[in-house]
């Protein structure tokens, strides 16, 4: 392809993906006011791979095979015709690669 600098590119092609199996245990639901909420946690053993033809000096990283673990938690809360959904995630353990922490904060609630 041409970019916008008129400089010519070769094609270039990535696939990705993740294979991850684990158990996720859930504790019992818990009663409130006006509501319920209920505790998660999971432990998973993650596989990433790719297939790609993309040269060193693009500094586009290495998605080779990679095994790793992930832990995350999580509270579901019911809160009248709503739910909140709280999760974090600790992943990439034991990959020798990387190790990365996330979080995401939900509010589901039907029309």
Same mark, same amino acid.
């Given at each position: 392809?041409?970019?916008?600098?008129?400089?010519?590119?070769?094609?270039?092609?990535?696939?990705?993906?993740?294979?991850?199996?684990?158990?996720?245990?859930?504790?019992?639901?818990? +009663? &409130?006011? #006006?509501?319920?909420?209920?505790?998660?946690?999971?432990?998973? *053993? @993650?596989?990433?791979?790719?297939?790609?033809? %993309?040269?060193?000096?693009?500094?586009?990283?290495?998605?080779?095979?990679?095994?790793?673990?992930?832990?995350?938690?999580?509270?579901?809360?019911?809160?009248?015709? +709503? &739910?909140? #959904?709280?999760?974090?995630?600790?992943?990439?353990?034991?990959? *020798? @690669?990387?190790?990365?922490?996330?979080?995401? %904060?939900?509010?589901?609630?039907?029309?």
């Amino acid at each position: 392809y041409i970019d916008s600098a008129a400089v010519a590119h070769a094609s270039r092609s990535i696939s990705a993906g993740r294979i991850s199996v684990g158990p996720r245990v859930m504790f019992p639901e818990r +009663g &409130t006011d #006006n509501g319920s909420y209920q505790a998660w946690v999971s432990a998973k *053993g @993650e596989y990433d791979f790719s297939n790609q033809n %993309v040269p060193v000096a693009t500094g586009l990283p290495d998605l080779g095979s990679v095994v790793s673990m992930r832990i995350a938690g999580g509270i579901t809360s019911r809160m009248g015709d +709503g &739910t909140l #959904n709280v999760r974090g995630d600790v992943f990439g353990i034991g990959s *020798g @690669e990387f190790t990365a922490v996330g979080g995401t %904060v939900s509010y589901d609630r039907p029309f």
